[in-house]
């Protein structure tokens, strides 16, 4: 008996109880984790490719993507389950579909064969079968060995180089064109004017006789430029691949629409890790394709950081501007009670309601204005008065405000009051204490707020649908053109961008795996923000820590 | 209780005060809340440049009678006096008192050092900074004379960089007093500076109070009657709320006029 109530008195079963929460806690948190991980980071081995013979005659050739057990029932109502197998397949231009389910009972042989390619291409996603010949030019080339090999990558890399200079000749014939481009619009904006002033008419006759001007100076260059540019062009038109699909058909390929060509049957691992390589940077470093299923994530990346950077600017001072009135300033009583209140409810309000605040105020309201007042020559096309990367960022730091707020009274209260004191008996005014004792000493509860700032504002999506974020961003919000930082842009973020490619993708089981990538990336860019403020804030509780003795 | 009030005033002007009077204080009561008093009609002349120690047992209203000299007790909400406290003879609760001046002038040392962090010698120069010094040979001098007055350059003047939390504990409550010092002030106020410091860092802040008593006026509240005894000139024994005593520190610990006080001081209780 004594004993019995002597565990009690201990409360283990209580000590295993609350170690429960945690255990479940952490395992969900690792599941998931886990999940996110291997799903996406599988994203971007080069899988083998296998060739399929059904019964039937037919066969494929793809990526084995999965494996399901299907109930069905038979035409006598009897139940019956069979073994599935899912295949990539690819090559969407012949067959429309990029997957394909198969039964283990149709399926006659499976084999790797090791020339079989794998072609990721610029469009229409991958495609796999084997080479037949190389056309370069007028010549063709049929594949015969390893040494074709080296042929189809030195033509491939010929042809991406081409590709490369076309963009760039493109870039450069532009660039000759904007002074005729910007000249041309101001004729244009006169010519359309009714009832002309005669200094009007005279403006547009010297506009036009500059016109002749420029076209004249800049013809020669513009027709050497476009010469050249039709050259590449055909060359490239001209480099191309004979295929042949696992059930011999035919396919021309032209090699400058060609992303990477591999056979991963005949790859080590040390080969096909390069290749994950390879892909992995093409995902973190370059543009998304084909309606965001293929191709990299790095506007979103960008945009996400920079919406972040700019949320961070605005919240942060606001948060401690505020925090610092109702903590040294205000009077204390019901109303500054009220306040706070108010304050830590406005975390608590959900966030599609912020957004359509934005919308209203920021957007419509402030940007309107804007636009009437500055930007009133492009009218009605709205600069400011629609959604942008500025409008976005500002409704996140309204979002968490409160937060900020919270954290930052929780680090000036955390100040000691002999810190305080001392100050003001050496005369300094509540100001200076404030400045040089408070807010130094507060820093590392500021940075906690921050910190939990940058965590939900990450994250949040649904706001940022309808004051700024879009499918595609043509351009980021910040490049080398003037003024450098384009805060009326509309910009991509990883967390629409995982909204976008899973559940708005012409493509879905495709684009499955680039959801869970996408995710993980989200997931390692809070992180990384999150342990950069961790380390200055720790560096501050190091410096500020209060003396004991 | 003894009724003392309408003899204390009489007590300290029969006391055989030399010096000039520097702070003085007329009918003062305190409230921390409404009608209820935690000093109950103070009357007392503090001396100029010698030390004045206030004992009494805890909750007698010292140290809220000293944090009256600089206004510390301004900060606690819904607190407030009547009556009037002189410093120089001129009321510092007028409206016209700009509090910064005042605790420019009189400085205060707390119970429990309270550096700022930051180095030594940023510690020193807050005062002189947020009172608009901006030179940096003129603070340098400032923090030499400050640290040498309290009997700390010695020990810290290879490493004024250094975060002042590594300091030790008394050489932390010295620091507090350079930090006071730097502001020049004419009176510092001690709460209890040594209660929380070891025999030898108390004995050194004695000798530090004993430098300093030649050029400043320094108050101090102190538990410890024998620490009154060795280091004031004059004592002023208080019970809940009321000066009780104030003389010269010998008539006080040798010739009581109070029985009360004399009970305080033989120990018979307190």
Avoid at chain 2, 89 to 115: A, C, H, T, W
Avoid at chain 2, 183 to 201: F, G, Q, R, T, V
Avoid at chain 2, 202 to 229: C, D, R, S
Wanted: glycine content about 6%; aromatic content about 10%.
């Amino acid at each position: 008996m004594k004993k019995m109530s002597y565990f009690k008195k201990k409360g283990d079963s209580y000590i295993i109880f609350t170690a429960t929460g945690l255990i479940l806690s952490l395992a969900m948190v690792v599941l998931i984790m886990t999940i996110i991980l291997v799903k996406g980071l599988g994203f971007f081995w080069p899988s083998d490719l296998v060739q399929v013979k059904l019964q039937d005659g037919k066969a494929y050739l793809g990526e084995q993507w999965a494996e399901s057990t299907k109930h069905e029932f038979d035409t006598d109502g009897n139940r019956i389950t069979h073994e599935e197998i899912q295949f990539k397949i690819g090559n969407r231009d012949l067959y429309g579909l990029d997957f394909i389910w198969l039964s283990r009972n149709e399926i006659e042989k499976m084999e790797k064969p090791k020339n079989a390619f794998s072609f990721e291409r610029l469009g229409y996603g991958n495609f796999y079968g084997f080479i037949k010949s190389l056309n370069i030019g007028d010549k063709q080339f049929n594949y015969l060995d390893e040494q074709s090999n080296n042929a189809v990558e030195a033509a491939h890399d010929k042809a991406v180089k081409n590709r490369h200079e076309i963009k760039e000749l493109e870039n450069d014939i532009n660039k000759l064109n904007t002074p005729l481009v910007n000249l041309q619009r101001e004729i244009s904006l006169l010519q359309l004017k009714e009832n002309k002033t005669p200094e009007e008419q005279n403006e547009l006759e010297k506009l036009q006789k500059e016109e002749q001007a420029v076209t004249d100076k800049i013809n020669p260059e513009y027709q050497k430029l476009s010469k050249k540019l039709e050259s590449i062009y055909l060359e490239n038109q001209n480099i191309f691949l004979n295929l042949l699909t696992a059930d011999n058909r035919e396919k021309k390929l032209l090699l400058a629409d060609v992303v990477r060509i591999y056979r991963p049957n005949d790859f080590n691992v040390l080969e096909k890790s390069w290749i994950y390589v390879k892909k992995f940077y093409e995902f973190v470093a370059d543009e998304p394709r084909e309606s965001n299923t293929e191709g990299g994530v790095f506007p979103a990346i960008f945009g996400t950081v920079m919406m972040v950077l700019l949320m961070s600017i605005a919240v942060v001072p606001f948060g401690i501007l505020a925090a610092i009135y109702l903590n040294e300033y205000a009077k204390q009583g019901a109303i500054i009670r009220m306040i706070r209140l108010s304050v830590n409810n406005l975390a608590g309000v959900p966030s599609i309601v912020y957004g359509i605040f934005g919308l209203g105020f920021f957007v419509y309201a402030l940007g309107g204005t804007i636009d009437q007042l500055f930007f009133s020559s492009t009218l009605p096309e709205p600069t400011f008065g629609t959604g942008g990367i500025l409008w976005a960022s500002l409704t996140l730091a309204l979002l968490t405000l409160p937060v900020v707020i919270v954290a930052t009274e929780e680090g000036i209260l955390a100040v000691p009051r002999a810190n305080k004191e001392g100050a003001l008996a050496l005369g300094s005014t509540r100001w200076q204490m404030v400045r040089k004792i408070v807010l130094p000493n507060a820093m590392p509860g500021i940075l906690t707020g921050l910190i939990l700032a940058i965590s939900r504002g990450a994250g949040e999506v649904a706001p940022l649908m309808i004051t700024g974020v879009v499918k595609l961003a043509p351009s980021l919000p910040l490049d080398a053109s003037f003024p450098f930082l384009h805060l009326d842009r509309k910009f991509m973020h990883l967390g629409f961008h995982i909204y976008d490619v899973g559940f708005q993708s012409p493509n879905v089981e495709a684009a499955k795996p680039m959801v869970y990538t996408t995710a993980l990336l989200l997931i390692v860019i809070v992180v990384l923000l999150n342990i950069l403020a961790i380390y200055i804030r720790n560096r501050l509780r190091k410096k500020y820590k209060t003396s004991v003795f | 209780m003894v009724n003392m009030k309408t003899t204390l005033r009489d007590n300290n002007l029969d006391t055989k005060v030399s010096a000039k009077t520097i702070i003085e204080t007329i009918d003062l009561d305190f409230y921390y809340v409404p009608e209820e008093k935690a000093l109950k009609t103070v009357n007392l002349r503090i001396p100029e440049k010698k030390v004045t120690a206030f004992i009494g047992p805890s909750g007698c209203g010292k140290s809220t009678l000293l944090r009256c000299f600089n206004r510390m007790n301004d900060l606690i909400i819904g607190s407030y006096i009547e009556g009037s406290v002189l410093i120089e003879g001129r009321n510092i609760y007028d409206k016209q008192v700009r509090l910064e001046e005042l605790r420019n002038k009189v400085g205060m040392v707390f119970q429990k050092s309270n550096p700022f962090p930051m180095s030594i010698w940023e510690n020193v120069a807050f005062g002189p900074k947020v009172n608009g010094v901006s030179s940096k040979s003129e603070l340098d001098d400032i923090v030499e004379s400050a640290l040498k007055q309290a009997d700390l350059w010695r020990e810290v003047n290879d490493r004024m960089d250094q975060s002042a939390l590594d300091l030790s504990g008394g050489q932390q409550q010295r620091l507090c007093i350079a930090r006071t010092l730097a502001n020049k002030p004419s009176i510092i106020l001690m709460d209890e500076p040594a209660s929380a410091l070891d025999p030898i860092s108390t004995g050194k802040i004695e000798e530090t109070i004993e430098e300093l008593k030649k050029e400043y006026t320094i108050v101090i509240v102190t538990h410890n009657m024998q620490q009154a005894a060795r280091v004031s000139d004059y004592t002023a024994f208080m019970m809940v709320g009321e000066m009780v005593e104030f003389d010269q520190t010998n008539t006080i610990f040798t010739n009581p006029k109070k029985k009360l006080t004399e009970e305080y001081i033989t120990g018979r209780f307190g």
